[in-house]
Nanobody, 121 residues
Framework: QVQLVESGGGSVQTGDSLRLSCAAS????????MGWFRQAPGKEYEFVAS????????RYADSVKGRFTISRDNVENTVYLQMNSLKPEDTAVYHC??????????????RGQGTQVIVSS
């Protein structure tokens, strides 16, 4: 069974940067799209970004376009989320997610326990 372990969260100021990492177990990492959902207190899960199995196709929520960059290393079985120009509205628990296909992720796909990001104004 796949395991996803996130790291890199923390408490920062508006305008700062963070890099989230997600290490995945298993030998078929490149067969699946990977990505991130986030959940702020009292809110639904929100799609943040995804990347295809081969890493050539990426997709972002409008709210993070131009500020966040998703990437993956299929040798190290790791996916990253570089977050720049952070805003208070980015405050949430960020969950690494493994898609059920090579191309997309869905809110119902398997996700990790999450890493907390807090952005103060």
């Amino acid at each position: 069974q796949v395991q996803l372990v996130e790291s890199g969260g923390g408490s920062v100021q508006t305008g700062d940067s963070l890099r989230l990492s997600c290490a995945a177990s298993g030998r078929t990492f490149s067969d699946y799209a990977m990505g991130w959902f986030r959940q702020a207190p009292g809110k639904e899960y929100e799609f943040v970004a995804s990347i295809s199995g081969g890493g050539r196709s990426t997709r972002y929520a409008d709210s993070v376009k131009g500020r966040f960059t998703i990437s993956r290393d299929n040798v190290e079985n790791t996916v990253y989320l570089q977050m720049n120009s952070l805003k208070p509205e980015d405050t949430a628990v960020y969950h690494c997610t493994r898609g059920s296909s090579r191309w997309t992720i869905d809110v119902n796909d398997y996700r990790g326990q999450g890493t907390q990001v807090i952005v103060s104004s």
